[in-house]
């Protein structure tokens, strides 16, 4: 039988451990277990490889997989909608193929992110704001807040001030499936409850 490979954008085990100070750009929750998620804060690293390449602590909730999309089923700069981690309040999320590598990307190119729409300032929705040329999220229609999709949604410009929540993923042959959040969702105390 043939094995199937699957690639994740998960923080490793090391990561999961490391326990970072209180400077956060998310609210900090250390090793949270409950529900069956498991919530930590780890360091991340924005832009590796490049001269901007900086450490950032950053709040990482683990949930049960859900298939969300298959690679072959995805054009670029196309959002794809699904819901997550349940059908809460703010649980509306898109996952696209940026056509660029990105910070968390999967697939062969390393292009393939997903994000929750809540825009982290007061929660509206980002669904519809996708900008092909930019590789973000917004201007937001409330404040103007925009995300870049490509390093973790990290602020570019705008009212937030913590980066958009980043769906973690995996990618099993052509299943897309989504097993976690990489940040806060707005609204929610710990992503465990809507
Ligand atoms: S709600 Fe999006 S910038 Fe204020």
Redesign the pocket.
Known sequence: MTKTTVYKNEPSRKELAKEVGHKCLVSRRNFLIGSGATTATIMVVLNPGTADAKEVPAQVTTYPRKLIGHVSKLKQDEPLDFSYPDEGAHSDCMVVKLGVKAGGGLGKDQDIVAYNYA?T????S?SGSYKAETKSLGA??????TYDLTRHGILIS???YQSLPQILMEVEGDKIYATGVFGLIFGRENNLHS
């Open positions: 825009c300032h007061q929660g509206n980002l937001c229609s409330l404040h103007l807040s705008g009212q937030a």
